[in-house]
Structure formats: structure tokens, C-alpha cells
């Protein structure tokens, strides 16, 4: 069985580091890339960027580029998304999702990692 | 980037009825990569159409993916009481990926 599991909810301050993770089974990790997607009430679902573990190939959307990091540890079949510096405009649930390819769009999710950043 | 706008925000209907909702984009969305899905409260988003209109696994053949270039409709022929949900279009082809505001579909 696929899964997709996530870290848990997180509370932070602004300005804080913060590495969410996203723990693949039940398919070939490497052979699937692995997308973060925001969600916000105020905007929706906004994708972030994807990463291929079999080489770690890592695109990002403009909007996201520069404010977070995607990465994978294939030993652990896990995928993270970490921020240098949090913003209060970080709050917001962050799935992580697979991609067989550019021809298919994501079909499993992970459950999600609510994010909070307040002072 | 392309942006997707779907109608109506809301759909009010009850079980048995006909859904029918639309996604527009601002351009032509390459080969038609087109796809819809169903979240609710709660949960991640679960993929129901690809490809515009071929249902993903698993998916009951009461919904119905349609349209090419930038008009797409997701048809939903007769509401089960699991159906009342957001749908959310996402078209694949064009960097970057982009959503759709989604549309809430609630029982009248």
C-alpha cells in the first residue's frame, strides 16, 4: 500500500528554522518525484516545488524559489521541506504529494503538517 | 503562469442531482493535462480525473472529466451523500503546476 506519512503539526516563532518531513512506503521511492503543496484559506492550493530522489533534480516554483528548501534522504525514503527564517505569512498546511512523471499529475498525498508561526 | 478559475464557488444541490462544474484557464492548457480533485474537511485532496477525462483508479463512473484548450468540466451524474465536498482543478502541463480556487459542492 502506498503511503505518504508526515510529520506532525508544528508551533513556531517568526524567524525561527523549521524541517518538515515526509516518509515514503509501499513503491519505489526513487523512481517517483515528490511534490510540497501549500494550502491557505486566503489562497488555496499552491505548489511548491518537486524534487526527484533518483537524482535529487529539485524544481521550484517562482513564488516559493529562494524561500524554502526541498530534500530528500533516500535511505530513509523521506522528503523535507525546511525554511531558513519563518514568516508569520508561513502559516498554513503543507502536504506532500507523488508524481510518476510530467505526463501525470500527483496521486498520493501525504496527511498533511499543519504549520503555525506566531509570536 | 496559467490561471485557473473555476464556477461556481458554490454548488447547492441534493443527492440524486447533477453537478456540474467548470474550470476555465487563462490559456491553453498543454495536451489537455487537466485534473480534478475531491478534498474534504480534514483531509488531503484525492485525485478523481487526469488527462482531462480518465478517472483514476478507484474512481466511481458517476464522475465524468470533460473539455480540451481552456474550458474543462467535471460532471458528477447523480450525487452520493460522500460527493458533498471542495473539487479542485489542477492543470500539470505548463511550469508551474496551478490550482484552481475550488469549487464547494454542499447539500442543499
Do not use: H
Request: aromatic share 12%; charged share 15%; with cysteine.
Amino acid at each position: 500500500e502506498v503511503q505518504l506519512v508526515q510529520s506532525g503539526a508544528e508551533v513556531k516563532k517568526p524567524g525561527e528554522t523549521l524541517k518538515i518531513s515526509c516518509e515514503a512506503s509501499g513503491y519505489g521511492f526513487i523512481n517517483y518525484w515528490i511534490a510540497w503543496v501549500r494550502q491557505t484559506p486566503e489562497k488555496g492550493l499552491e505548489w511548491m516545488g518537486i524534487i526527484y530522489p533518483g537524482d535529487s533534480d529539485t524544481r521550484y516554483s517562482p513564488s516559493f524559489d529562494g524561500q524554502v528548501t526541498i530534500s530528500v534522504d533516500t535511505s530513509t525514503n523521506t522528503a523535507y521541506l525546511q525554511w531558513s527564517s519563518l514568516k508569520a505569512s508561513d502559516t498554513a498546511m503543507y502536504y506532500c504529494a507523488r508524481q510518476i512523471s510530467g505526463w501525470f499529475p500527483v496521486d498520493y498525498w501525504g496527511q498533511g503538517t499543519l504549520v503555525t508561526v506566531s509570536s | 503562469e496559467i490561471v485557473l478559475t473555476q464556477s461556481p464557488d458554490t454548488l447547492s444541490l441534493s443527492p440524486g442531482e447533477r453537478a456540474t462544474l467548470s474550470c476555465r484557464a487563462s490559456q491553453s492548457v498543454y495536451s489537455s493535462f487537466l485534473a480534478w480533485y475531491q478534498q474534504k474537511p480534514g483531509q488531503a485532496p484525492r485525485l478523481l480525473i487526469l488527462g482531462a477525462s480518465s478517472r483514476a483508479t478507484g474512481i466511481p463512473d458517476r464522475f465524468i472529466g470533460s473539455g480540451f484548450g481552456t474550458d474543462f468540466t467535471l460532471t458528477i451524474s447523480r450525487l452520493e451523500p460522500e460527493d458533498f465536498a471542495v473539487y479542485y482543478c489542477q492543470q500539470y502541463g505548463n511550469s508551474p503546476v496551478t490550482f484552481g480556487q475550488g469549487t464547494k459542492v454542499e447539500m442543499k
